[in-house]
């Protein structure tokens, strides 16, 4: 009777649960020796989203955790908010921008909605320090429901004398 | 008298050596870029082809609209081979047509654009449709969008590809 009990239970919480989808998200690079993870947000900090900035100690950051799998699971119909993490142990600055993301397979793209980094800005990624950007992916009710897809983001390094020669305007300042 | 004309040829090259290299760097600064529009529909029942639009158009970009005879819109030329040229910081209108060749509607949306070289990504802006939406062609009638491109002063490549992918929303 217990197990009948703990079993309707069950389903009954399954039925609750909103449909999400596991989506992947990849990074390839141009002259940029750093790598992007994504990270999920400390639940206690308010958060918001686009906050872009740099900390020297995780302990004192917005940053809970690395996922070092780089997938999220993303609810249906809700946003999902989490943070893109550039660990840089040099003592080099280095600058990037983002290619538009792609999709794959391309028609996951309808109803999603990604406030990520490809947005035209420049950014810089101090020396000794980790670089997080509070972005948020949303899938609302255009979304065609794939279970898996990928969101690829291409990042191209920059020259610090290229950007405050060409791009200077377009870099972002916390 | 002899050196006053000999002065006077120098100071002739000398105007003609600035000229030649305020030219130079002029052709230089307003290099032209040629984009190349690329849309791939699928096994879509579709159409899909591209005009210029005049700039009268500048406030009506990201409008959508249906006609099925009468097109009354500014076109300048058509773009046969999808491509457009334009200068540093200079703006370009196009229209995107979709003739639905089926008896039934056809809601449709269209994937983010990739961009050839990826890296030429930030020399330019482009207002096209790919922006998660969903849009639906009516049998045998034209399905238009109104776009921009928008090329950036700092924009040194020659030669952009920008590719569509346009898939059917089922559901």
Partial sequence: ?174 | MKSCSITKIDCMFHKYLIFNILLFFGLLCNAETVFNLKWHSENLPFDVKTARATTAVKRRVGETGTFSEKLNLPISNQMPDGKIALNNSENGYVYLFIKNNSKKNIRFSVAPHSTHPGASALGFVFNCLCNGHVYTAKPNQIWYRIMELKNDSTNRQKDIELTHHIFEIKK
């Fill in chain 1, 1 to 174: 009777m217990l197990y009948f009990l703990t079993f309707t239970l069950f389903l009954a919480q399954a039925s609750k649960a909103l449909p999400s989808s596991d989506v992947k998200i990849t990074w390839s690079y141009e002259n940029f020796p750093l790598k992007i993870n994504i990270a999920e947000v400390a639940e206690e900090k308010k958060v918001f989203i686009s906050e872009t900035n740099s900390f020297k100690n995780i302990k004192d950051s917005i940053i809970k955790k690395k996922l070092t799998d780089n997938i999220i699971r993303a609810e249906h119909k809700t946003s999902s908010p989490f943070a893109l993490l550039i660990e840089n142990t040099t003592d080099q600055d280095y600058y990037f921008f983002a290619v538009p993301h792609e999709l794959n397979p391309h028609h996951a793209s309808a109803g999603h909605y990604f406030e990520c980094l490809c947005n035209g800005r420049v950014f810089m990624v101090p020396a000794n320090s980790s670089w997080y950007r509070i972005v948020r992916l949303n899938l609302n009710d255009s979304f065609q429901k794939i279970k898996k897809f990928e969101i690829n983001h291409k990042i191209v390094g920059l020259k610090k004398n290229e950007v405050m020669l060409n791009y200077k305007d377009r870099l972002y300042v916390p």
